[in-house]
């Protein structure tokens, strides 16, 4: 590659400092020292000049912003598992590649769906903050205080058994958990078989007969709301509800009127309908321990963030040494 004129990269979010440091080895690379999030007259002007764009999943980069973009731009390497935020057919349009980077962090954003899957019926965060709030004051174990509700023997149906579901439900097993699960086609005979796994081809019969409700699938926009207002009404009063896919899979503002009036008994969620933007009646209802909220962290690992880097610069070596990347994206996913 020294032989050749190295393309022209622009990275809109900082990213770890070892991914830095290679991109700039491979490439002419413009990377966001800052971090400070790129405005939208930024990313216009990186499109007309950069031969590569690096977005993330907070980077909106749609059909206005592609048609805009120079001839030069050919490839655009997202630093992202989820592609929603990229208009893929636009840019197909306009012969330019699109990549993410997927499968390394369906361990990752597993763990987190686990925690919350804890951390909402044992009461964790709000065992935690009456520990270091000052506003409370700890008098001592009591039999009957604090009291949540045990794991073993629930039912826990999972949204989308793809990699990541498939991972949340070998963790929520060894919790002694049963596993059960709605997705557009059932999973292999043999995976039904280790995880002993129940399928539900209608996800209202599933929601209807669960304990916990794990959303694990992607979003499309088939998937936009698809826990609608009607079908969080299908859940049991004592049942919790998970999210660490996308925010927007969930009617927020039903839920939480649903947690609200009692219909479910709460929720823990990593992702929100309008990120960076937390609904006011959300935070409201984790002060009040019906929820945990955390700031869209399941996939914040440090070897998951360099495993990332390493497929955008895999995707660019590969695309301008005249092969086609491993990631790249279709016109059609979305």
Request: glycine share 6%; with cysteine; aromatic share 4%.
């Amino acid at each position: 590659m020294t032989s050749k004129k190295k393309p022209r990269v622009y990275i809109t979010r900082k990213l770890p400092d070892l991914v830095e440091t290679r991109m700039r080895e491979l490439f002419d690379a413009e990377l966001n020292i800052d971090d400070v999030p790129r405005s939208r007259e930024a990313l216009l002007e990186a499109v007309q000049h950069a031969d590569v764009l690096v977005p993330t999943v907070t980077d909106r980069i749609d059909q206005t912003l592609i048609e805009q973009a120079g001839p030069q731009l050919k490839l655009i390497a997202s630093f992202s598992n989820g592609v929603d935020n990229i208009d893929i057919d636009a840019a197909a349009r306009r012969g330019i590649t699109v990549t993410n980077t997927p499968n390394v962090l369906t361990e990752d954003t597993a763990d987190m769906a686990m925690a919350l899957i804890l951390a909402v019926p044992r009461r964790l965060a709000e065992g935690a903050t009456i520990l270091t709030d000052r506003r409370h004051e700890w008098a001592g174990w009591s039999p009957t205080w604090m009291l949540g509700r045990r794991l073993g023997g629930k039912r826990l149906g999972i949204v989308g058994m793809g990699r990541i579901g498939t991972a949340v439900a070998r963790r929520a097993k060894a919790f002694g958990l049963s596993i059960h699960y709605h997705n557009r086609k059932r999973v292999s005979r043999e995976t039904e078989e280790q995880l002993e796994a129940t399928y539900w081809d209608s996800l209202d019969q599933m929601l209807a007969r669960v304990d916990i409700v794990s959303v694990n699938c992607p979003s499309t926009p088939a998937t936009y709301h698809l826990l609608s207002a009607r079908r969080l009404q299908l859940m049991r009063p004592t049942s919790i509800l998970v999210n660490t896919a996308r925010g927007g899979i969930i009617d927020e503002t039903a839920l939480i009127k649903c947690i609200r009036e009692g219909r479910i008994a709460g929720a823990g969620l990593d992702v929100f309908e309008n990120e960076p933007v937390v609904n006011p009646k959300l935070v409201k209802l984790a002060a009040e321990g019906k929820v945990v909220l955390l700031p869209h962290m399941s996939s914040a690992t440090i070897e998951g963030r360099v495993d990332m880097g390493d497929k955008v610069i895999i995707n660019i070596r590969t695309f301008f040494d005249g092969h086609r990347p491993p990631d790249r994206v279709l016109p059609g996913r979305n």
